[in-house]
């Protein structure tokens, strides 16, 4: 069966860009668990909300019982998605906090003198803007791999619900998202009593999410590609790109 959840994600050839992880699997990095669903999903189904404006500009002759409208442009598709995300094992609870650092990681531009002094091909691209990702769900005619921006976010920590702690070992920078490497972790725990502060991770077992998004496509395909007749045949809907 396709996989047909909401699901937000860097294009192919940004995904170690921004991943940060250059695709090492020895050497993983905390959005390195969102590989393993080809970026964020959402696991259980949100609200969406979908907009667009069509704009024109009026005439309004003088003496005259009316006015025209003349055709000025039409606006990108605009998005809402509001869903909430569960956190009741350890695994989920990983999977939640690594959603919640994709979506504050890709509302940042690649900024500083580190980022020049030490920059690397797919980890550090200096002034790059926020990435364009890539929306999805539902097949073909409903969401396939809109590309879109990423223009405001809330996420809701609620007062009233169990926190879980989160499987984060910051001793190597590296993260074992295995049931083995999370029993160890439990077991070291429990037979020291002690943790490092910087793995007290703790996630609550419901965040609510709001993403605000808007429709990104490029002035190449709208001059080269975009056919309005193979839009209403589905035609251009094939491989995403527009909606």
């Known amino acids: 069966m396709i996989d047909r959840r909401i699901r937000l994600r860097p294009k192919d050839a940004a995904r170690d860009y921004v991943y940060g992880d250059l695709g090492d699997t020895k050497n993983p990095t905390i959005l390195s668990f969102l590989r393993s669903t080809n970026g964020m999903v959402?696991?259980?189904?949100?609200?969406?909300?979908?907009?667009?404006?069509?704009?024109?500009?009026?005439?309004?002759?003088?003496?005259?019982?009316?006015?025209?409208?003349?055709?000025?442009?039409?606006?990108?598709?605009n998005f809402t998605i509001q869903g909430d995300f569960y956190a009741n094992t350890a695994a989920?609870?990983?999977?939640?906090?690594?959603?919640?650092?994709?979506?504050?990681?890709?509302?940042?531009?690649?900024?500083?003198?580190?980022?020049?002094?030490?920059?690397v091909e797919n980890r550090a691209v200096v002034g790059a803007p926020p990435p364009i990702l890539?929306?999805?769900?539902?097949?073909?005619?409903?969401?396939?791999?809109?590309p879109v921006i990423l223009k405001s976010y809330t996420i809701n920590l609620a007062n009233d619900v169990s926190y879980?702690?989160?499987?984060v070992n910051t001793s190597s920078d590296t993260y074992d998202f295995t049931?083995?490497?999370?029993?160890t972790f439990f077991q070291q725990l429990r037979s020291t009593g002690f943790m490092n502060a910087e793995n007290e991770v703790w996630v609550p077992q419901k965040v609510s999410v709001t993403l605000q998004m808007e429709e990104q496509?490029?002035?190449?395909?709208?001059?080269?590609?975009?056919?309005?007749?193979?839009?209403?045949t589905g035609k251009l809907l094939r491989k995403g790109g527009f909606i």
């Open 42 to 77: 959402w696991n259980y189904t949100p609200i969406i909300s979908e907009s667009r404006q069509v704009n024109y500009e009026t005439e309004q002759p003088v003496h005259s019982n009316s006015s025209y409208n003349n055709y000025k442009c039409t606006s990108n598709t």
């Open 92 to 119: 989920e609870g990983m999977y939640l906090l690594s959603c919640l650092h994709f979506i504050r990681s890709v509302s940042l531009m690649d900024f500083g003198r580190k980022a020049a002094a030490n920059q």
């Open 134 to 146: 890539l929306l999805s769900g539902y097949g073909r005619y409903m969401y396939n791999d809109i």
């Open 164 to 167: 879980i702690q989160v499987p």
């Open 179 to 183: 049931d083995k490497g999370t029993r």
């Open 217 to 232: 496509p490029t002035s190449d395909f709208m001059t080269k590609k975009f056919n309005l007749n193979d839009y209403k």
